[in-house]
């Protein structure tokens, strides 16, 4: 049974930095993409960063270039969300997701397979 536990979202003002972590189990993972999707309210969910766990090839949602970091641990089968410079707009709930996608769009959320419960980050001006 896979399992996606995220952790680390919270309540910090606006310029400070969070990290979130999403520990995954229940199979292997080393063909699959691993994505931290957001949703705001009255809004749609959204893919903000991604990552193939074979290759490290990313993805980053334009607004989060440069302030955002996604990595990986093989060793503890986590996948990290590096947040600096938060901004009000980034509050939201933030799911981790994985997924066998094909080919390099790995924004898409219908190729994702399996979703953590979600972690709310909320950013105070």
């Known amino acids: 049974q896979v399992q996606l536990v995220e952790s680390g979202g919270g309540l910090v003002q606006a310029g400070d930095s969070l990290r979130l972590s999403c520990a995954a189990s229940g199979r292997t993972f080393s063909n699959y993409a691993m994505g931290w999707f957001r949703q705001a309210p009255g809004k749609e969910r959204e893919c903000v960063a991604a990552i193939k766990w074979s290759s490290g090839s990313t993805y980053y949602k334009n607004s989060v270039k440069g302030r955002f970091t996604i990595s990986r641990d093989n060793a503890k089968i986590t996948v990290y969300l590096q947040m600096n410079s938060l901004k009000v707009e980034d509050t939201a709930v933030y799911y981790c997701?994985?997924?066998?996608?094909?080919?390099?769009?790995?924004?898409?959320?219908?190729?994702?397979?399996?979703w953590g419960q979600g972690t709310q980050v909320t950013v105070s001006s």
């Open positions: 997701a994985a997924g066998t996608v094909a080919g390099s769009r790995l924004e898409r959320q219908s190729e994702y397979d399996y």
